[in-house]
C-alpha cells in the first residue's frame, strides 16, 4: 500500500485493473474505438440502403417512379458509403499522427 499513497490516483487505477484482470485502455484508444463503432454503424446502414435500392429497382416492374426513386436512394447509398469510408481513413491517419505525437515516436 505504500505505493499507493507515494503515486497518487494513477497507481490506484493501474492496481484496480491489475485487481479485476481488466486492459488498461487511454483515452485515445477508447476515442477510436467509439469512432470507429460508429464509422461501421454507418457503413452497415449505407451498405442496407444499397442493397434495398437495388433490390427496389429490380423489383419496380417496368414503373418509372419506383425506378427513379430506386436510383436517387442507390446514388445517394454510394456516396454516403464513399463518404463513411473516408472518414474511416482520415481518422485511421490522425489516429496514428496522434499516438505518434503523444508518444515522441516520428510517424512516417
Known amino acids: ?3 499507493v499513497e507515494e503515486g497518487g490516483l494513477s497507481t490506484i ?3 484496480a485493473y491489475e485487481q479485476v484482470g481488466a486492459p488498461q485502455k487511454d483515452v ?6 467509439i469512432i470507429y463503432i460508429l464509422l461501421t454503424f454507418l457503413g452497415i446502414i449505407f451498405l442496407v440502403l444499397i442493397i434495398w435500392s437495388g433490390f427496389e429497382w429490380m423489383t ?3 414503373d418509372q417512379a ?3 426513386t430506386a436510383k436517387s436512394r442507390l446514388s ?3 456516396i454516403g458509403l464513399v463518404v463513411v469510408l473516408a472518414s474511416w481513413g482520415i481518422a485511421l491517419y490522425i489516429m496514428k499522427l496522434a499516438v505518434g ?6 510517424t512516417t
Open 1 to 3: 500500500m505504500e505505493n
Open 13 to 15: 487505477g493501474t492496481v
Open 28 to 33: 485515445q484508444s477508447v476515442v477510436a474505438s
Open 60 to 62: 419496380a416492374g417496368g
Open 66 to 68: 419506383k425506378v427513379t
Open 76 to 78: 445517394n447509398g454510394v
Open 101 to 106: 505525437i503523444t508518444q515522441n515516436t516520428p
